[in-house]
């Protein structure tokens, strides 16, 4: 089959590999139709996640067509459509039945390595490094699912792939995201980052009541999706100052919650985004926290800083002073996909959002060498890239 | 973590094993000669280092050894012990588990089922109520084998064994299942002392090369709390 592996920085090949093939009781093996690169994919292109392996296979935002089960499975049978959530869940552990799905304790045959690198491991993740799991992703024509009576979700024949691909990643963190900032009707919702999380997170803050979303960016083909979606811009290529600029447009009080929709490869004009890139070019820093820092320092008194951003280990120069001091509350994590998707599914049936709306570039798999890169230098308006297998 | 524990220091007798003298040969030689090969001052350290193990293995007295009051040697201790005091390696290792300590005790006192979660263990056949036969992967491909028999136990709570005499492994342990504080399952701990073939000083090189036990009996308790939560084990086609 065909499936997009990662060989290094900026190096990914599609290959004919060998189909997967049911491992355990309760795996499933799904035939992908649809697939997506997601900016979290960019972080491996990048080659700033460890432990990633020259041949493994990418991709966890992908959903298709159940072709086998598990002697264990059955909640599923061949022919299902389905959707599958990006972090691999147990379903019977503390944290799933606490609905902390990305925080299972069993699906990481590696946890040690996140062990000694966090002090206790999250799930496994379909194509996201050997710290991750290991595990194959679904930028290929069938993927291994394991766990299957968790994490697959059925879908309706009468939505598209278009309208429910999302719900395997970015809707869901999105608006968990904004369902961290606990925002109180009328609040004032700051996003750092229009890409497609920071979309979707614009999105939900409104479903869930927010007064006003404000958006920072620079891409204006993204601040038009952002605007288009409910948002005010700011350019902050072309304000002199993010915070002041912020903190005018609250009446002097800062943004009620702030979300950092950027993560680890944060650009920037000021000092600080200088220093990181510096330190991050010499391996010296694995996180750019440019976007983070700001996030914190603009927020107002008691605020709410939630980060579905994605990092991966130290950072530094991080006004955690101003965190304490103005005793703000930070909330962060990778999705309980699972938890979001059924709500969020009723959502794009009942018509309240339209995930199509993001979607900038449609090809097939062997477009996934070309959609990498213009993804990650932001070339031709890209936001989103979709992929078919046909 | 690997701990040698320790006896009365022994001056005049060797206070190397036999296996662990043949290995400091071994190695001493390859250390030696890779070191004289290098023509430089590192390499003349090297040589030297590997000239000492040598003379270890050769006189059986290890001076390391003698300082911290190790000795491997055999010295005919009583046969009520199988990994006498003052010997071998001991790991302690626990895991938290979802799940009622009765279901949990009775998966493990099916000794059968133990090479299901044991990476190591390659099959246990029990023997009677309180004896079994155990056949575990050993270094460089061969296999290790003993007879263990159960000394205390507890239903629902602990249980103990160790190896008998003339085992290839001598070994000794124990499983503890211990309800949670609030609600939060069981407790599963594990103590295992063992006497390594090639000594203590063939386990901190197997360390070194990957093999080490605390995370290897980690590791199993870990593939213990899958197979009784998730009911399978998380794996990665290759």
Known sequence: ?390 | MIEATTPPPSAANPNVSNPERWLSVVAGTAVAAYGLTRRSVSGLVLAALGGGLVLRGATGQCPVYNSLGISTATDGEGDQVSVPYGRGIRVEKSVTINAPPEQLYTFWRNFENLPRFMDHVKSVSVLDDKRSHWVAKGPAGSDAEWDAEIINEIPNELIGWRSVNGSQVDNAGSVHFTPSIGGRGTVVKVVLRYDPPAGVVGATIAKLFGQDPAHQVMEDLRTFKQLMEAGEIPRVMV
């Open chain 1, 1 to 390: 089959m065909k499936a997009v592996r990662w060989y290094g920085k900026g190096d990914v090949r599609v290959e004919d590999v060998p189909e997967p093939k049911i491992v355990n009781p309760r795996d499933a093996i799904v035939r992908v139709t649809s697939t997506a690169i997601c900016g979290s994919d960019l972080h491996l292109y990048g080659g700033y996640v460890p432990t990633m392996m020259k041949g493994d296979i990418l991709g966890h935002e992908f959903m298709g067509e159940v072709v086998e089960v598990g002697a264990a499975i059955t909640t599923l049978k061949v022919g299902d459509r389905v959707v599958v959530p990006f972090p691999i869940a147990c379903g019977r552990c503390w944290f799933c039945e606490q609905q902390l799905f990305s925080a299972c304790d069993n699906s990481n045959p590696n946890a040690w390595v996140l062990e000694a690198m966090y002090g206790y491991s999250g799930a496994g993740i379909f194509g996201y490094s050997h710290m991750y799991g290991g595990y194959a992703g679904g930028q290929a024509e069938y993927v291994r699912v394991p766990f299957a009576d968790v994490g697959p979700f059925k879908v309706p024949s009468t939505l598209s792939d278009e309208q429910v691909l999302f719900l395997t990643d970015i809707f869901p963190t999105g608006y968990m995201a904004a369902e961290n900032c606990d925002i109180k009707p009328g609040d004032t919702v700051a996003v750092w980052g229009c890409g497609p999380v920071g979309l979707f997170a614009i999105k939900s803050a409104q479903l869930l009541g927010a007064g006003r979303v404000i958006a920072l960016d620079r891409f204006p083909e993204r601040m038009r999706l952002a605007r288009e979606w409910g948002a005010e811009t700011v350019d902050y290529s072309d304000v002199d100052d993010a915070f002041d600029n912020l903190k005018e447009m609250t009446g002097g009080r800062g943004p009620d919650c702030c979300i950092d929709a950027v993560g680890m490869e944060a650009h920037g004009r000021t000092l600080d985004a200088w220093y990181d890139r510096f330190k991050q070019a010499a391996r010296l820093e694995l996180d750019r926290a440019h976007a983070l820092r700001q996030a914190l320092h603009s927020c107002r008194k008691g605020g709410t800083v939630s980060i579905p951003g994605v990092y991966g280990g130290f950072i530094d120069k991080v006004p955690f002073g101003a965190a304490f001091g103005k005793g703000l509350t930070l909330k962060m994590g990778q999705t309980h996909v699972h938890k979001y998707l059924p709500q969020l599914l009723e959502r794009i049936e009942k018509g309240d959002v339209d995930p199509t709306k993001i979607i900038t570039h449609r090809g097939t798999l062997d477009d996934a060498p070309r959609f990498y890169e213009i993804f990650r230098n932001k070339q031709d308006e890209c936001v989103k890239c979709v992929l078919t297998t046909g």
